[in-house]
């Protein structure tokens, strides 16, 4: 079971990036999925969960109506678009999965991670 995160790079404040979550040997469709975040000296940060076989979704309220998460059952994969960019949103982001049916902001609940891509929002 592997899952693979990707997409971060540099961007400017104000602009947008799309990260990708590619699964291999599970099913995204069947597990809630999540993404973190955690910036230098922090802790980590639930900030987007997309609940399994279903469309729902939750926010924290730091990204709420900027960031929108998604799924291509088709790809296997879940997808976090991040617009309206802030350089407090610099910080590596992880996504991960939990076979439950709700959306958990402990990551402890969640048994497979990937491996963190990098995200810098700066001019």
């Known amino acids: 079971v592997q899952l693979q995160a990707s997409g971060g790079g540099l961007v400017q404040p104000g602009g947008s990036l799309r990260l990708s979550c590619a699964a291999s040997g599970l099913t995204l469709r069947s597990y809630t999925i999540s993404w973190f975040h955690q910036a230098p000296e922090k802790e980590r940060e639930w900030i987007s969960c997309l609940r399994r076989t279903s469309t729902g979704t939750e926010y924290a309220d730091s990204v709420k109506d900027r960031f929108t998460i998604s799924r291509d059952g088709a790809k296997n994969t879940v997808y976090l678009q991040m617009n309206s960019l802030k350089p407090e949103d610099t910080a590596v982001y992880y996504c991960?999965?939990?076979?439950?049916?709700?959306?958990?902001?402990?990551?402890?609940?969640?048994?497979?991670w990937g491996q963190g891509t990098l995200v810098t929002v700066s001019s």
């Open positions: 991960a999965a939990a076979a439950r049916g709700i959306c958990l902001r402990d990551g402890s609940n969640y048994a497979y």
